[in-house]
């Protein structure tokens, strides 16, 4: 293998290996969005994989897949407990508990599931 051809994998190596610990920071913490649908009682409503008064997790992010505004707009669902139906009855959806950066992980735990 020449020089160049050399140095060319490194370098290329390299950026692979830079962008992939970028994507790694970027990732959502599991048991922190695990935690704060407890703290939250998010369970009574919502689940994973099936439907309770409230849509599944599943359900959620394939409505949003593919859609830019995915992300802020769950955000800004989470974060103003806008009027919801459950049961044909109008209430209020409970604003997420914690900070922004917990919330924004739990709206990427939600859109990955």
Do not use: W
């Not at 695990?34 to 359900?59: F, L, M, N, R």
């Not at 830019?68 to 209430?91: N, S, W």
């Amino acid at each position: 293998m020449s020089q160049v051809t050399l140095s060319t994998l490194l370098r290329s190596l390299l950026v692979v290996g830079l962008t992939c610990g970028a994507l790694s920071v970027q990732a959502q913490d599991v048991a922190a969005a695990e935690a704060a649908i407890k703290a939250g009682k998010c369970s009574k409503c919502h689940a994973v994989d099936k439907e309770k008064t409230g849509p599944a997790y599943k359900k959620v992010a394939e409505k949003y897949k593919g859609k830019a505004d995915a992300e802020a707009k769950l955000f800004t669902h989470l974060t103003t407990a806008p009027k919801i139906k459950v049961d044909g009855e109008e209430e209020q959806h409970v604003k997420a508990k914690g900070d922004e950066a917990d919330t924004k992980n739990l709206v990427k735990y939600i859109l990955t599931r």
